[in-house]
Each structure stands twice: as C-alpha cells, then as structure tokens.
C-alpha cells in the first residue's frame, strides 16, 4: 500500500466487533479479566488501551518502525527516550534542536549524570571528532528550527552505527509522508504529534517509533513504567488527524513555496531560509532525503522595517507559538521560543531580533500573499 492510503488504512482499520469504520475511543481504565491470568490483551490502560494501540500501529506502519508509542506530548515522548540512557551516558545533540528539547536534557537529564555535547550535524567531521567511549547516541533535527538547517540522516546513522551508537530524529516539521528517518538508518523516530500530525492545533501529543524489538520492549517498559501516556480521546483525535495527512502537506508544501519565493522578491526583505531554494547549502540532502521541502519559512526584514509591526498588521495570519496547523502561523524567535538563549549567541547563530517564522498553513495562498503585503507595506518604520 502506497502511503496515502496507509494513512487512512494502516495499523488497525476499523473496530472488528462491530463494523465501525472508525477505532472506537475505548474509555476506560481497566478491563475484566475472565480468569486468572487471562485476559484478552488489555490489563490496564497506562499499559495498553485499544484507541492508543490503534495509533500506536498506524505511526509504526507508518515511519516503517518495528513498533510504536504513543505520549500525552511531544515533550512526553522525548523523555521516555531519553529515558533509555543512563548515568555515565552522554548524547551528541545537533546545535538547533526545539528548545523544549534542549531544556530536558540540560536541565532534567543532566543531573542525573546523562551528559551532553552540542554539534553541527550537518558536519559529518564535527561528530566524528565529537565521538569518545562514553558518547550512546545522537540526537537530530532536520529541517531545524527556526533556521532550516539540514542533516544527512543517512550519513548520519551510517557513523553512528560504524560506533555503535543510536540515531534518534525528530521526524516533527516533515512526518513521515515527507521523510523516513528508519528507512534512511535511524533506530528511533520521535514526533511531536500536535503539530502536522494531529494538524488542527487541538491536541498535544507525542510519538515515537523504533526500529527493533528489544527497543521496542525497552521503550514500552519505560512508557509503562514513568506513565506519560496519550488518552484515548487524543489518540482517536491523532488518527482522524492523520488520515487527512497527505493532502494537508502537499498544500502546506506548495503554499509555503509560494510564500517563500513571494518574500524573496520583496526589497524589504534581507534574507528568506527556506530549505526548497537551490541556494540553500542544505537543498541537494533535503532533495535526497525528503519528498518535500515543508512548510516552515523563516525571514528577516530589512533596517528600517520593524518586525513588531509586521506581525500586528497581520490580519489572517495568526500570532501565536506552535506549528503545523491547518492555519499559517507567526512567531518571534528572539522573544518567543529562542528567549532562553543568551542575546549576544542568538544573534550570532542568525537569530536576529527582525527574524519572523512562518508556519504557512493550507489557507488559500492568494489570501496569504495580500497578507503578507499588506503587513510589510504597514512594517516600515
Ligand atoms: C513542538 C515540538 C516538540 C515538543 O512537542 P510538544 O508536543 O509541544 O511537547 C518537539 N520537537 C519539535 C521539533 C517541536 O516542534
């Protein structure tokens, strides 16, 4: 079955008991047990519940994994992988991965001695080099955020396994519809699934996927033991959410291109990251790796053009934090998800006080466009 199709049909299609198209959202904590000892698959629901299994096999099926877990966040499901190491353990991290991210293992993990070295993952020297006897894995994000870097996943992976280390990725702003870290030789997958998978911004949840079944028994013991898990209600709102997965990220595709190139020919704009134009230094991996470039933009404006007023001369663009929604979003790194970041780092890693990023949503892009102008005629200062 060709993908498409596996986001509407994979994992478990339908309930059996009852013809229902749709896996039922099994609202409930316990399940009776016929006899000692047995039961029909289901003990208790922070161990398993048929809603969450059902989204469980559909995200494994659908990033080509062993198996699947779902989270009650993102965030959630980062920490159960994480949760994978231990003292001693120490983690290469890419230099722009979520910050939210970033915050667990630096604030959370590291004091329980699970250390880190942030490097640039789009250079292949730079891990090696990073590489020593206490180093378990390596942790990537690409596209990153805000700036659109690209890794080579394959590359990647390749080292980590010539030094027996895990690659994990944070497959969050392409999905696997657009690229499949495990089939390009990633061991673990995460997702946060609020973001283009649930794809309506109204609901948190996270994912993650391996690529065998001792992770997987690891991972599940882990989900079960620390409990982070997705409800049912959540899960059944995932999978309605994926089914719809293809055609959303084919126009959030071409609608962020559109965008992309519109700000491009803007005077008024200094400089536009979009990793779809050639002359991005990551174009030919993504080109390779992916079946599309995605919709996250960022960009900044010109001296003389003030980015708070772009943003509140927006009128359809909505001003707000996440990403992936079916509605374009706006946000200002500098004061909203890179605050944390010391000013002086921030601007020398590009995150400018005028950078702006563009979650391009699957509007009609012609409204997007007049948008667009309409707030940066009002930027000028
Ligand atoms: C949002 C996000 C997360 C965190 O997910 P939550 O669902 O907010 O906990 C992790 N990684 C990336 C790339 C994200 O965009």
């Known amino acids: 079955m060709k993908i498409e199709s596996l986001l509407i049909h994979g994992g478990i299609d339908g309930d059996e008991s009852t013809g229902a198209v749709n896996i039922p959202i099994y609202q409930t904590s316990t399940y009776k047990q016929p006899a000692m000892g047995v039961n029909k698959g289901y003990e208790y629901s922070r161990t398993g519940n048929p809603t969450r299994k059902a989204l469980e096999e559909l995200i494994a099926e659908l990033e080509g994994g062993y198996a699947g877990f779902a989270f009650a966040s993102g965030m959630a499901a980062i920490t159960a992988v994480l949760s994978l190491f231990k003292a001693g353990d120490k983690l290469l991290i890419s230099n722009n991965i979520y910050g939210g991210s970033f915050r667990v293992i630096d604030k959370v993990f590291k004091n329980f001695n699970i250390d880190y070295s942030i490097v640039n993952t789009s250079n292949l020297d730079e891990i090696r080099e990073a590489i020593d006897d206490t180093v378990k ?42 690229q499949k870290p495990i089939e390009l030789g990633a061991d673990i997958v995460v997702h946060s699934g609020t973001k283009y998978l649930g794809g309506h911004s109204d609901t948190v949840s996270g994912l993650a996927v391996v690529n065998s079944k001792e992770l997987a028994e690891r991972l599940h013991f882990i989900q079960n033991a620390t409990g982070g898990v997705l409800a049912p209600f959540d899960s059944f709102l995932m999978i309605r959410g994926i089914k719809t997965l293809a055609v959303r990220m084919d126009r959030h595709n071409s609608n962020a291109k559109a965008v992309a190139e519109y700000l491009r020919s803007r005077d008024e704009v200094e400089k536009v990251y979009y990793p779809g134009f050639e002359d991005h230094p990551g174009y030919e991996v993504q080109k390779k790796q992916a079946k599309g470039f995605g919709a996250m933009i960022a960009f900044v404006l010109k001296e003389g053009f003030s980015y708070k007023k772009f943003i509140e001369s927006l009128e359809l663009i909505t001003f707000g934090e996440s990403l992936g929604g079916v509605e374009s979003l706006v946000s200002h790194p500098a004061a909203m998800t890179h605050a944390s970041i010391p000013a002086d780092i921030r601007r020398k890693v590009g995150i400018v006080d005028n950078l702006i990023r563009l979650s391009v949503g699957i509007e009609n892009v012609e409204d997007l466009l007049e948008d667009i102008n309409r707030a940066i005629e009002k930027a000028r200062q």
Do not use: C, H, R
């Not at 080292?159 to 969050?172: C, F, H, P, S």
């Open 137 to 178: 894995a390596i942790y990537i994000e690409s596209p990153t955020n805000p700036l659109l870097g690209i890794t080579d996943i394959e590359e990647v992976s390749k080292l980590a396994k010539e030094n027996n280390l895990l690659t994990i990725v944070d497959n969050t702003f392409m999905t696997p519809y657009l």
